[in-house]
Structure formats: structure tokens, C-alpha cells
């Protein structure tokens, strides 16, 4: 095990490439001056965070690799499956038409490109001083490829942290579809934290789900990044089941004109789960558009926060940026906090945005029962269409089959146990 701090530096720089090293060294600076995070921070608002530093420490070596589970099982016809093991890339299969690599391999070749401000928080500053591995994607321009590159990020040794790194580099008029699955093992009381840059060059198209089914002890802190150049197109999906602490920081940012992002995305909290997202949608170029749809459910005594924020910028006259969230609170000591923002600085815009947070609803719930359904069964049925929606958008088609049992499932098994209500 290696400690955070000024010796492990030196280690893992001995034999490191020299771009790697600078970055190492500026990051660790940052993480020394950066206090941990707090709920007092607007930040971290609604969260607390109980992570101590000092008290993990990064694995010198990548634990056992988890058998593929369902979501990596419904993926038949991946052309690249990458496996990342407590930061360490373990397997790189295919891929070779896209660019698949591992992403330690970006610094024997210079600088590598990064999205992630080391500023944002101590997590993202420990990233840059000690990351470094992870997968690469740099797929060359022109290129369509419809079948999926599966990256898996897993924490499998307890009192660790890691940071790996997902390199996503969509080249001019390419068209790529990447799948990123986090797990863990249950009890495995391990962070991790991935650094996660997305660029898509002009006319690149980018679908880039994310399936989050860690352990019940594991904490995810995940800063996700994305830049978008003249008429590129991204399609971000979503769906966080899993982790004790689970946060999503996403920033988008629509440089290129006619630019467009859509971020779809699912959650479903249960037990003491915390499942948390903050994202920021920057509309620079002219003619940008954003949708941004989140839903979730929480029951027991879980929580989740959604926080968004479309900003348009001075310079981005015709955007369209439209921003829902919907939270459905299935237990009386469950919560739900949900704050959608606009910050407009153009006139010639059309945005908009909503949210709601309450249980079932009565009037549907009444409607189905008098149709002769029981109320278990409406119950059901209701949340199955809940989510409906947004499992139809996501861009991975391979995984909405997976996310409609893992969901039907889980609220099956409370309604079984009594836990609602």
C-alpha cells in the first residue's frame, strides 16, 4: 500500500515519462494546499463527505478482476473491452480501429490531453498527482464505428483510492460508442475517484454511457469533462445504482457552433445511499443546444441531489437548453433535493427548466386500481413507466434490458419487505 504523500510521489515517478512527472508534481501541489471537502462548501451542499486521506492509500497492484457481470454480459459484439483495476489497466483487448489503449500509454508520447481542472477539489488534485493509468480512445477522424468500446473501472482491494483515467478523443466527422461500467464488490470499503475528459472534435459524434453498480461500502467521486467543437454531438447516459457515495461531476462545455449535447440519465437509491449530481452545461458557440433529463427514486433512508446549472454565455445567441429532473420518494425517511439553475447572458435564447420531488402519484395509482390491478401491481407498473422514458434515450440500447430488471427488481424486493411507505 502507498500512502498520499510526498514518498509515494517519489516512487511512482522514478521511472515515469517526463510529461507524467510535471503533472504529478504540479498536481500534488494543488492537493496539499486543498482542504478536504465539505458540506459547508456550496459544492458539496446536501453531502457529507467522510473521507479521510490519510487513512488510504493506493494499491501497488491491481486486486483480482470481478467475472463480468450483466450489464458487461449484455454487450455481445464490443469491438475493444478495456478492464481497470484499482487504477491500474489490467486488460486491453481490441479496439484497434478506434484507438483503444491503455491510457499510461498517452505519456510515452507527450503531454496527454486533459479537461479536468486539479483545482476543483482535493479528489481531483490526488488524481493528478497520483494517477496516470487508465484507457485511451483516440479515434481517428472519419471513422464510424456503431459497435461499443466497454471500459470497466473497479475498486476490488478495501482501504484504497484510486484515480483512473478515461481518455475519450473523437476525431473530425468520427462516430464512436463507448460504454463505461463501475463495480464492486460488496463490503469493499474502497474510494475512487476517475478523472474522465471527453473531446469531440468538428462533426464528431460521441454516445457515452455510464452504468455505476458499485458495492454497498464503496465511494465514487467521478469528475466528468467534455468539450465539444464545431457541430459535434454528444449523447451522455447515465444510471447510478450503486456506491455508499456516489457523485457525478459533469461539465459540458459547447465551444463549437452548432454544437448539442443530450444527457439522459437514471438513479435508484435505496438503504443509506447517498447518490449525488452536480452538473454544469457552458453554451459558448452560437446555435448550441442542450437537454438535459434525469430521474430517480429513493427509498429507506436514501438521499439524492441533483444540481444543474445551463449557462449561456454572451456570445451563444440561438441556443436551446432545457434542463428537467423528476424524483420519485418512496419511503417517508427518504429525500430528494433538486435544484435546477439558468444563468443567461444572450437574449436571442429559448431554455428552460423544471423539477418535481414527491411519491407515487394518487390519481394514477387510484386509476390503475380501479382497473383491477392490486396496489402492489400498480405500484410496479407505475415506476416501471417512470423510468421508461429516459431507459429509451439512453445511448447504449445493449443496456436498457439490465436497467429495467436491476430497477423492477429493487423495488419489488422493498415492496416485499415492507420498506415503503
Given at each position: 500500500m502507498?500512502?498520499?504523500?510526498?514518498?509515494t510521489?517519489?516512487?511512482?515517478?522514478?521511472d515515469?515519462?517526463?510529461?507524467?512527472?510535471r503533472?504529478?508534481v504540479?498536481?500534488?501541489?494543488?492537493y496539499?494546499?486543498t482542504?478536504p471537502p465539505?458540506d459547508?462548501?456550496e459544492?458539496?451542499?446536501y453531502?457529507?463527505?467522510?473521507v479521510?486521506?490519510?487513512?488510504?492509500?493506493l494499491?501497488?497492484?491491481?486486486?483480482?478482476?470481478?467475472a463480468?457481470g450483466?450489464f458487461?454480459?449484455a454487450?455481445?459484439d464490443a469491438?475493444?473491452?478495456a478492464?481497470?483495476?484499482?487504477?491500474?489497466?489490467?486488460?486491453?483487448?481490441?479496439?484497434?480501429?478506434?484507438?483503444?489503449?491503455?491510457?499510461?500509454t498517452l505519456?510515452?508520447?507527450?503531454e496527454?490531453?486533459?479537461?479536468?481542472d486539479p483545482s476543483?477539489d482535493?479528489f481531483?488534485?490526488?488524481?493528478?498527482?497520483?494517477?496516470?493509468d487508465?484507457?485511451?480512445?483516440r479515434?481517428p477522424a472519419?471513422v464510424?464505428?456503431?459497435?461499443?468500446?466497454v471500459?470497466?473501472?473497479q475498486a476490488a482491494t478495501?482501504?484504497?483510492?484510486?484515480f483512473p483515467?478515461?481518455?475519450?478523443e473523437v476525431?473530425?466527422?468520427a462516430?464512436?460508442?463507448?460504454?463505461?461500467v463501475?463495480?464492486?464488490?460488496?463490503?469493499v470499503d474502497?474510494v475512487?475517484a476517475?478523472l474522465?475528459?471527453l473531446d469531440?472534435?468538428p462533426?464528431?459524434r460521441?454516445?457515452f454511457t455510464?452504468?455505476?453498480l458499485?458495492g454497498?461500502?464503496t465511494t465514487?467521486v467521478?469528475?466528468?469533462r467534455a468539450?465539444?467543437?464545431?457541430d459535434?454531438?454528444l449523447?451522455?447516459?447515465?444510471?447510478?445504482?450503486?456506491?455508499?457515495?456516489a457523485?457525478?461531476d459533469?461539465?459540458?462545455r459547447?465551444d463549437g457552433?452548432?454544437?448539442s449535447?443530450e444527457v439522459?440519465?437514471l438513479y435508484?437509491?435505496e438503504?443509506?445511499?447517498?447518490?449525488?449530481y452536480?452538473?454544469?452545461?457552458?453554451?459558448?458557440?452560437?446555435?448550441?443546444?442542450?437537454?438535459v433529463?434525469?430521474?430517480?427514486a429513493?427509498?429507506?433512508?436514501?438521499?439524492?441531489?441533483f444540481?444543474?446549472l445551463l449557462r449561456i454565455a454572451?456570445s451563444a445567441?440561438r441556443t436551446?437548453?432545457?434542463e428537467?429532473n423528476r424524483n420519485l420518494?418512496l419511503?417517508?425517511?427518504?429525500?430528494?433535493h433538486?435544484?435546477?439553475n439558468l444563468?443567461?447572458?444572450?437574449?436571442d435564447?429559448v431554455?428552460g427548466h423544471?423539477?418535481?420531488?414527491?411519491p407515487?402519484?394518487?390519481e394514477?395509482?387510484?386509476?390503475?386500481?380501479?382497473?383491477g390491478l392490486s396496489?402492489?401491481r400498480?405500484?410496479?407498473?407505475?415506476v416501471?413507466?417512470?423510468f421508461?422514458e429516459?431507459?429509451?434515450?439512453?445511448p447504449?440500447?445493449?443496456?436498457?434490458?439490465?436497467?429495467r430488471?436491476?430497477?423492477?427488481?429493487?423495488f419489488a424486493a422493498?415492496?416485499a419487505?415492507?420498506r415503503l411507505?
Amino acid at each position: 500500500m502507498l500512502a498520499l504523500n510526498a514518498t509515494t510521489l517519489e516512487v511512482l515517478n522514478r521511472d515515469a515519462p517526463e510529461p507524467l512527472v510535471r503533472r504529478r508534481v504540479a498536481g500534488f501541489d494543488i492537493y496539499q494546499e486543498t482542504p478536504p471537502p465539505s458540506d459547508t462548501e456550496e459544492a458539496w451542499r446536501y453531502v457529507e463527505i467522510d473521507v479521510d486521506f490519510d487513512a488510504l492509500a493506493l494499491a501497488e497492484r491491481a486486486g483480482d478482476p470481478l467475472a463480468p457481470g450483466p450489464f458487461v454480459s449484455a454487450i455481445t459484439d464490443a469491438v475493444g473491452h478495456a478492464v481497470v483495476v484499482d487504477g491500474h489497466a489490467v486488460t486491453v483487448d481490441g479496439g484497434e480501429s478506434v484507438g483503444l489503449t491503455a491510457a499510461a500509454t498517452l505519456w510515452l508520447e507527450g503531454e496527454a490531453p486533459r479537461l479536468v481542472d486539479p483545482s476543483v477539489d482535493k479528489f481531483a488534485a490526488a488524481g493528478f498527482a497520483f494517477g496516470g493509468d487508465g484507457a485511451a480512445l483516440r479515434v481517428p477522424a472519419g471513422v464510424v464505428e456503431p459497435r461499443p468500446v466497454v471500459i470497466e473501472l473497479q475498486a476490488a482491494t478495501g482501504g484504497t483510492i484510486s484515480f483512473p483515467e478515461v481518455v475519450v478523443e473523437v476525431g473530425e466527422n468520427a462516430d464512436v460508442n463507448v460504454v463505461v461500467v463501475y463495480r464492486s464488490p460488496n463490503d469493499v470499503d474502497a474510494v475512487i475517484a476517475p478523472l474522465l475528459g471527453l473531446d469531440v472534435a468538428p462533426g464528431g459524434r460521441l454516445r457515452f454511457t455510464t452504468v455505476q453498480l458499485l458495492g454497498d461500502a464503496t465511494t465514487l467521486v467521478a469528475h466528468e469533462r467534455a468539450r465539444l467543437d464545431r457541430d459535434a454531438t454528444l449523447r451522455v447516459g447515465e444510471a447510478g445504482l450503486g456506491g455508499a457515495l456516489a457523485r457525478l461531476d459533469l461539465g459540458v462545455r459547447l465551444d463549437g457552433d452548432g454544437s448539442s449535447v443530450e444527457v439522459v440519465g437514471l438513479y435508484f437509491g435505496e438503504a443509506r445511499q447517498v447518490l449525488d449530481y452536480r452538473m454544469v452545461i457552458d453554451h459558448v458557440g452560437r446555435s448550441t443546444s442542450s437537454d438535459v433529463l434525469l430521474k430517480g427514486a429513493v427509498e429507506d433512508e436514501a438521499q439524492s441531489v441533483f444540481t444543474g446549472l445551463l449557462r449561456i454565455a454572451p456570445s451563444a445567441a440561438r441556443t436551446s437548453a432545457f434542463e428537467t429532473n423528476r424524483n420519485l420518494v418512496l419511503s417517508e425517511g427518504a429525500k430528494a433535493h433538486s435544484v435546477p439553475n439558468l444563468e443567461i447572458l444572450c437574449d436571442d435564447v429559448v431554455c428552460g427548466h423544471g423539477s418535481s420531488v414527491g411519491p407515487l402519484d394518487a390519481e394514477h395509482l387510484y386509476y390503475l386500481m380501479s382497473r383491477g390491478l392490486s396496489r402492489p401491481r400498480a405500484e410496479r407498473l407505475l415506476v416501471h413507466g417512470f423510468f421508461e422514458e429516459v431507459i429509451e434515450r439512453l445511448p447504449s440500447k445493449a443496456m436498457a434490458e439490465p436497467l429495467r430488471r436491476e430497477v423492477d427488481d429493487r423495488f419489488a424486493a422493498a415492496q416485499a419487505a415492507g420498506r415503503l411507505g
